[in-house]
């Protein structure tokens, strides 16, 4: 297995967000990089090579060559809205969607739309990119309104081409494909249909898709589109590969947030993923994920703003502060709804205080078995 990294990436956390951007010591060529660095399983040395013999040699890799490149720089801050289309006549009946268009938004879907657009009421959109495809395009009307600006629609935007597959009930393409169907759902990012891999080419079209976004003027986007074509914008951004597909899944108008702010020097944006699959009910309700029944559920929180600055270094091991110990109520009172079996936290006091203020609540609604570590 070869994994190619064209820059390091740096995960940074603060008590509401997870921050992505270039590391300090490699700072990526604003310009698409000619060398990347590739790193083999089978050898510990890594060696670099240019792009072209790279796809000479890796023929088959090339998708996810551009999509793991740096992003050009913008220079203003930038906020991306992805809303995934309502639920569609061949989701209500479980039938493979890909790139077709022969689906409408279900009665259930329209209802979708409008509560998304309720939920989005209070952002102010400069603009709107949408799918081309009936049940997508349908979905941004209704979540644009009246607004005089046209809606910009994007071939690059349909959902994933899945070829023989599309129209095919599931057990359908099971019972056709076999292996193939199989290699699909366990191996998605190496499947081939047709001469074609899905997956990889989707992760080039959402390459080329960011280009034509953040270069547009605007500074609030709405983007409208599909669950596959959605979660490889989100894993583009963030630095993610192929491997990550169906790890960001999105459901029927969930909402999905990111943050560019630009860099001095042109170098690539700083990259903030706000919110992921946020849908008009709690965004931890349990039941389904992106269309797909959950069995268990981890939910990851972050304590609240601690008595130092909360722009300081997170080292040390302090108390929250008044803000903190509000955010950490909000937190509980978001979690009411459900049932928490069991809630294990780091030793540190602002973590502590945190899982403290969720337990008082879940063990009124719940037994609950708190483990501190």
């Known amino acids: ?31 698409y990089p000619s060398f990347f660095t590739v790193r083999s399983s089978s050898s510990s040395s890594a060696s670099s090579t240019s792009l072209q013999e790279l796809e000479k040699e890796q023929g088959e890799l090339r998708s996810e060559l551009y999509a793991s490149a740096p992003f050009l720089p913008i220079k203003s801050a930038k906020r991306v809205i992805l809303v995934r289309h309502g639920q569609s006549t061949w989701n209500e009946e479980g039938r493979i969607q ?32 949408s799918s081309p495809l009936i049940r997508s395009k349908r979905t941004a009307e209704i979540i644009w ?13 349909r959902e994933i081409d899945l070829y023989s597959f599309q129209g095919l009930l599931k057990h359908e393409g099971k019972a056709k494909f076999g292996p193939a169907f199989r290699q699909w759902q366990v191996d998605a990012a190496n499947f081939n249909i047709d001469g074609h891999y899905p997956v990889r080419e989707l992760w ?14 605007s500074r609030s986007v709405l983007v409208v589109a599909h669950n596959a074509v959605n979660q490889a914008l989100v894993a583009t951004a963030i630095g993610l590969g ?27 944006p700083f990259i903030c993923l706000n919110r992921l699959n946020q849908t008009p009910n709690s965004p931890i309700a349990a039941g389904s994920s992106g269309g797909r029944k959950t069995s268990n559920r981890i939910i990851l929180a972050c304590h609240g703003y601690t008595q130092s600055n909360p722009e300081a270094s997170t080292s040390g091991d302090l108390p929250m502060n008044m803000l903190g110990i509000i955010q950490s109520q909000k937190t509980a009172e978001l979690l009411l709804d459900l049932k928490v079996s069991s809630i294990i936290s780091s030793p540190k006091k602002a973590c502590f205080e945190t899982a403290m203020a969720i337990s008082r609540i879940a063990w009124v609604l719940t037994v609950c078995h708190a483990m501190w570590r």
Not at 145 to 157: A, K
């Open 204 to 217: 080039a079209r959402a390459r080329s898709c960011w280009t034509r976004i953040l270069l547009h003027e």
């Open 242 to 268: 192929t491997e990550y597909f169906r790890i960001l899944l999105q459901s029927n108008c969930g909402v999905s947030v990111l943050d560019f702010t630009p860099q001095p020097e042109g170098r690539s």
């Open 98 to 129: 890909g790139s077709s268009d022969f689906s409408v938004l279900t009665k259930k879907g329209e209802a979708q739309a409008e509560t998304s657009r309720q939920m989005l009421i209070d952002d102010s959109f400069d603009a709107c990119f």
């Open 145 to 157: 309104g009246s607004r005089e600006t046209e809606l910009i629609t994007d071939s690059d935007l």
């Open 1 to 31: 297995m070869i994994s190619i990294t064209p820059t390091t990436l740096v995960l940074h956390r603060n008590p509401s967000f997870f921050f992505f951007f270039p590391s300090t010591t490699t700072r990526p060529n604003p310009t």
